[in-house]
C-alpha cells in the first residue's frame, strides 16, 4: 500500500509524505492506516519516480545500518529484517519538505526558527538537501542538556524542547547525504549512539532567502519489531508503539491551549537565534 500525504501543523513548513504502510499515511491518534491519496494530477510518472527514488533511498540505508551493525559488533544482518521495505508492516516515510521565501524585511527582524528544536522519534533519518540552502543546524546528542529524559520516555520528544549547549551549522556538501541518529537507535544500542538534535533556523541577511527545500527519509522498523538493546537500559518498546505514542503527544501538545508548546519551541527561541548581519551601506 503506497501514497501520499500534505502535513501540516504548528511549524513554518509544508511538506509532503509519501509513505508505503497505509497509502494515505498513518494516524497516530486512531491507530489506522489512511486510504489511497495519490492526486492524478501529477501523473503516473511522479508517482512512479517517487516509489523508485524511496526504494533506492532505502538499500542506502541498508548499507548504513549494516555498517552501524558491525561497528557495535553484531552480526552484519541484524537490522535487514526489520527494515523489509516490503512488508506491509513497514513505516517509513519519505518526505519533501517546503520552507516558504523570506523578505529582506522579514530577516531584519528577529525570527524564530523555521523548525524548532527535535530529535526524530525514528531509527535513521537520511537527509537530502539542496546546494544553497541554509539553516540547517545540529547539536550532537552529547550536546544536549536533556537528551536523556527525552529518549526515556516514548512520546516525550514533544513533551520537553531539547536545550543545546552548542549549535553547529550544517549547510549542504555536494556528493554527501546527511544521516541522523534518531531516538529508536539510542534506545537499541542503550544509548551508545545519541539522538541527532537539530532545527532550520531562520536566514541570516547573507543568507540565501528563497524558498528552502528538503527531502528526509524517516527510517523506522517493521511495526511488530521489538526495540531494546543487550544491556536493557531502555524499556522494551514496539516500533508501533513508539511511533503512536510520539503521534499522540505531538497532536496533543500541537492542540494545547493557548499553544505554551509552540511559545516554548519557537518563541523562546528567538534570543538564541545568531543575530543577523546587518550590512551598513
Known amino acids: 500500500m503506497r501514497g501520499y500525504l500534505c502535513s501540516k501543523g504548528n511549524r513554518l513548513w509544508e511538506q509532503w509524505l509519501v509513505n508505503r504502510h497505509g497509502v494515505g499515511g498513518y494516524d497516530a491518534r486512531?491507530?489506522?492506516?489512511?486510504?489511497?491519496?495519490?492526486?492524478?494530477?501529477?501523473?503516473?510518472?511522479?508517482?512512479d519516480f517517487t516509489l523508485k527514488f524511496q526504494e533506492r533511498t532505502h538499500e542506502v540505508l541498508l548499507k548504513i545500518l549494516q555498517a552501524l551493525a558491525l561497528g557495535l559488533g553484531w552480526d552484519e544482518s541484524f537490522f535487514n529484517e526489520a527494515f523489509d521495505i516490503h512488508s506491509p508492516e513497514n513505516?517509513?516515510?519519505l518526505a519533501v519538505n517546503y520552507?516558504?521565501?523570506?523578505?529582506?524585511?522579514e530577516v531584519h527582524k528577529k525570527q524564530p526558527p523555521r523548525l524548532?528544536?527535535?530529535a526524530d522519534m525514528d531509527v535513521l533519518t537520511i537527509l537530502y538537501q539542496r546546494a544553497g540552502d541554509t539553516g540547517l543546524e545540529i547539536a550532537p546528542g552529547s550536546e544536549a542538556e536533556n537528551a536523556e529524559a527525552l529518549i526515556a520516555d516514548p512520546g516525550n520528544i514533544w513533551n520537553g524542547v531539547p536545550q543545546a549547549r552548542e549549535w553547529t551549522?550544517?549547510?549542504?556538501v555536494k556528493g554527501c547525504l546527511t544521516v541522523n541518529i534518531g531516538d529508536g537507535l539510542?534506545?537499541?544500542?542503550?544509548?551508545l549512539l545519541k539522538s541527532t538534535y537539530h532545527r532550520v533556523r531562520a536566514p541570516k541577511i547573507t543568507d540565501n532567502k528563497g524558498p528552502r527545500y528538503s527531502i528526509p527519509y524517516f527510517a523506522n522498523p517493521k511495526l511488530s519489531t521489538i526495540i531494546q538493546?543487550?544491556?536493557?537500559?531502555?524499556?522494551?518498546?514496539?516500533?508501533?508503539?513508539?511511533?503512536a505514542e510520539?503521534?499522540?503527544?505531538?497532536?496533543?501538545k500541537k492542540d494545547t491551549p493557548g499553544n505554551e508548546w509552540q511559545q516554548k519551541a519557537y518563541l523562546d527561541h528567538i534570543d538564541a537565534q545568531s543575530p543577523a548581519e546587518v550590512v551598513v551601506a
Do not use: Q
Open 30 to 47: 486512531t491507530h489506522e492506516s489512511l486510504g489511497d491519496n495519490w492526486p492524478p494530477e501529477l501523473g503516473a510518472d511522479y508517482r
Open 91 to 93: 513505516p517509513s516515510i
Open 99 to 105: 520552507y516558504p521565501p523570506m523578505t529582506d524585511e
Open 116 to 118: 524548532h528544536a527535535h
Open 169 to 172: 551549522t550544517l549547510d549542504c
Open 186 to 191: 539510542a534506545r537499541w544500542t542503550d544509548g
Open 229 to 243: 538493546g543487550p544491556k536493557k537500559r531502555f524499556e522494551a518498546v514496539t516500533s508501533f508503539d513508539l511511533l
Open 246 to 252: 510520539t503521534g499522540k503527544s505531538y497532536h496533543a
